[in-house]
């Protein structure tokens, strides 16, 4: 393998990787807070527990914030949206 500032192929690409998780995870758990709050919540902690698999502890944010989205959009889903329609002037 090469090295490339101290670090191997397979290692730069598994951080990138977790990047993805961590960047896919924090924009599901924002959307779980306005449209289909347990299919968004469900994603954001699955990517939020793939981030953390090798030792990561980024993920951990992700994943008590999709909780917590979640939770608050199934509560107020409805409202939030019709707030956010009515901000916009949809």
Known sequence: MVEIN???DGQMTATRG??????IGWI?????LFIY?????????IM????TKG???AGLAVIVASIVLMGIG??????LL??????MGL
């Open 28 to 32: 599901s758990a924002i959307l779980s």
């Open 37 to 45: 709050p347990p299919i968004f919540g469900v994603l954001g902690v």
């Open 6 to 8: 101290g670090a191997k």
């Open 55 to 57: 030792g990561s502890r």
């Open 18 to 23: 977790k990047g993805l998780f961590l960047a």
């Open 48 to 51: 939020g527990i793939l981030s």
């Open 82 to 87: 019709n707030y956010l329609r009515h901000f």
């Open 74 to 79: 199934l509560i107020y889903s409805g409202v």
